[in-house]
């Protein structure tokens, strides 16, 4: 039957089949499909079906859920466990090797931390930063030139004077009445004879000692030149640090949290400060022991004033343990000139340790953070064992710096809980 498309209004014409025809062509189309044997066991296929209820979003997630927990793959675990450990080991190993690096380093941020109250000053009297800093190191750049131009020729003379009258002075001291007092009650001299015989016995027969001293010169050539390389180091890098130190603050506090900014810059600038004046205190301290000592050695005619100065200011750097070193070290060299004149060294100075412990200290040390003698005493020790003289004098202001933050911390968190 013909009937024309009336939708489109052309006069296009289509073919409709009456509804028994298309009953007809639907049951002969069946009868030709082939039969199709049943297998045994077969299963018909899997086929996709839409969820019958919930959303697509819902079903994932019952899947998910559904799904059971993949076993974790060894060999992916031990190979990044080994990576770790690898990764580790590399760390320790550029930490054990960069030692000289890191204390250069951290010398020369304790120097600019020293050198930073100086430095705000003289911001404070309108000079900007940059020339605060250039004249600060000239300024001592000039101090230290005159001072070493005049100590270092009265060290080396000193020094010579030393070697070479060392023999005759010992031999002196071994015929004084204070050693053979000593020597009748414990027969120092017979041991001291002993073992040095022993020694040159030991020496004589050793066919390494040209070797050994060969090597150990070469040992000693290139600790001078790493002793120069770090010194000129440390000095850049406390000139750097100390021009630089507001910005380094500033990308410290960038670093944290936007909600603790606030707090922790304020903490930043309490420890900076208490750091700065606790080393440029303990600088002035170390001045002020070497002085009061070289003018006690002056008056007691002590031998060789100005290089036992050296030591002294050098090891009142390093505190509680330091003063006392250098009065032990410079009472015993006194005794080969004699032994009064030991003893009045000694008396005097360790007077003056108690008046600089009781009313000079304080004073010097009024804006650095107090630290207990205990905890001084614990964090020198501890600091001397992991990293020599330069871990003793930076133990206590990393001890202050600790106690700022159980103070400004810690406890505050602890009083709220």
């Not at 020293?114 to 020339?131: C, N």
């Not at 133990?395 to 406890?411: F, N, Q, R, T």
């Given at each position: 039957?013909?009937?024309?498309?009336?939708?489109?209004?052309?006069?296009?014409?289509?073919?409709?089949?009456?509804?028994?025809?298309?009953?007809?062509?639907?049951?002969?189309?069946?009868?030709?499909?082939?039969?199709?044997?049943?297998?045994?066991?077969?299963?018909?296929?899997?086929?996709?079906?839409?969820?019958?209820?919930?959303?697509?979003?819902?079903?994932?997630?019952?899947?998910r859920?559904?799904?059971?927990?993949?076993v974790?793959?060894?060999?992916?675990?031990?190979?990044?466990?080994?990576?770790?450990?690898?990764?580790?080991?590399?760390?320790?190993?550029?930490?054990?090797?960069?030692?000289a690096?890191?204390?250069?380093?951290?010398g020369?941020?304790?120097?600019?931390?020293?050198?930073?109250?100086?430095?705000?000053?003289?911001?404070?009297?309108?000079?900007?930063?940059?020339?605060?800093?250039?004249s600060?190191?000239?300024?001592?750049?000039?101090?230290?030139?005159?001072?070493?131009?005049?100590?270092?020729?009265?060290?080396?003379?000193?020094?010579?004077?030393?070697?070479?009258?060392?023999?005759?002075?010992?031999?002196?001291f071994?015929?004084?009445?204070?050693?053979?007092?000593?020597?009748?009650?414990?027969?120092?001299?017979?041991?001291?004879?002993?073992?040095?015989?022993?020694?040159?016995?030991?020496?004589?027969?050793?066919?390494?000692?040209?070797s050994?001293?060969?090597?150990?010169?070469v040992?000693?050539?290139?600790?001078?030149?790493?002793?120069?390389?770090?010194?000129?180091?440390?000095?850049?890098?406390?000139?750097?640090?100390?021009?630089?130190?507001?910005v380094?603050?500033?990308?410290f506090?960038?670093?944290?949290?936007a909600?603790?900014?606030?707090?922790?810059?304020?903490?930043?600038?309490?420890?900076?400060?208490?750091?700065?004046?606790?080393?440029?205190?303990?600088?002035?301290?170390?001045?002020?022991?070497?002085?009061?000592?070289?003018?006690?050695?002056?008056?007691?005619?002590a031998?060789?004033?100005?290089l036992?100065?050296?030591?002294?200011?050098?090891?009142?750097?390093?505190?509680?343990?330091?003063?006392?070193?250098?009065?032990?070290?410079?009472?015993?060299?006194?005794?080969?000139?004699?032994?009064?004149?030991?003893?009045?060294?000694?008396?005097?100075?360790?007077?003056?340790?108690?008046?600089?412990?009781?009313?000079i200290?304080?004073?010097?040390?009024?804006?650095?953070?107090?630290?207990?003698?205990?905890?001084?005493?614990?964090?020198?020790?501890?600091?001397?064992?992991?990293?020599?003289?330069?871990?003793a004098?930076?133990?206590?202001?990393?001890?202050?710096?600790?106690?700022?933050?159980?103070?400004?911390?810690?406890?505050?968190?602890?009083?709220?809980?």
């Open positions: 039957m013909i009937v024309a498309d009336k939708t489109s209004g052309s006069k296009l014409k289509r073919w409709v089949l009456p509804r028994h025809q298309k009953r007809a062509s639907t049951e002969t189309e069946r009868s030709f499909r082939p039969s199709i044997p049943s297998i045994p066991w077969a299963q018909p296929r899997p086929r996709f079906e839409p969820p019958s209820t919930g959303t697509v979003a819902e079903s994932t997630q019952e899947e859920k559904e799904q059971p927990v993949s974790v793959n060894p060999v992916l675990v031990g190979f990044m466990f080994t990576t770790g450990v690898g990764l580790a080991l590399l760390g320790w190993w550029a930490m054990t090797n960069v030692g690096l890191a204390g250069w380093v951290v020369a941020l304790f120097i600019a931390l020293g050198l930073d109250p100086a430095v705000r000053r003289l911001e404070k009297l309108g000079m900007p930063r940059i020339a605060g800093v250039i600060l190191f000239a300024l001592i750049t000039l101090a230290l030139t005159g001072l070493l131009s005049y100590v270092i020729p009265q060290i080396a003379n000193q020094t010579v004077q030393l070697v070479n009258g060392f023999p005759g002075m010992f031999e002196d071994l015929i004084s009445d204070f050693f053979i007092t000593i020597d009748n009650q414990f027969e120092v001299r017979s041991w001291v004879d002993n073992e040095v015989q022993a020694g040159f016995t030991e020496l004589t027969g050793n066919t390494n000692v040209v050994g001293f060969l090597n150990n010169l040992n000693a050539g290139s600790t001078v030149a790493t002793i120069i390389t770090g010194t000129l180091i440390v000095l850049f890098l406390s000139l750097y640090f100390l021009s630089s130190l507001p380094m603050k500033a990308w506090v960038r670093l944290t949290p909600s603790r900014r606030e707090r922790v810059a304020a903490l930043t600038e309490k420890i900076t400060a208490s750091v700065g004046y606790y080393v440029m205190g303990q600088a002035i301290v170390a001045v002020c022991n070497a002085t009061f000592a070289l003018i006690v050695m002056l008056i007691v005619d031998p060789f004033p100005q036992l100065t050296l030591f002294v200011v050098i090891l009142a750097f390093i505190p509680l343990v330091g003063g006392v070193s250098a009065g032990i070290l410079v009472s015993l060299i006194c005794l080969m000139n004699s032994w009064q004149t030991a003893v009045i060294f000694a008396i005097c100075y360790f007077i003056y340790l108690q008046i600089e412990a009781y009313f200290s304080p004073r010097i040390m009024s804006k650095a953070v107090a630290v207990p003698g205990g905890v001084a005493i614990i964090a020198v020790a501890a600091g001397g064992a992991l990293w020599g003289v330069l871990g004098l930076i133990a206590i202001p990393i001890a202050a710096s600790l106690l700022i933050l159980v103070k400004e911390v810690l406890v505050p968190r602890q009083d709220a809980a």
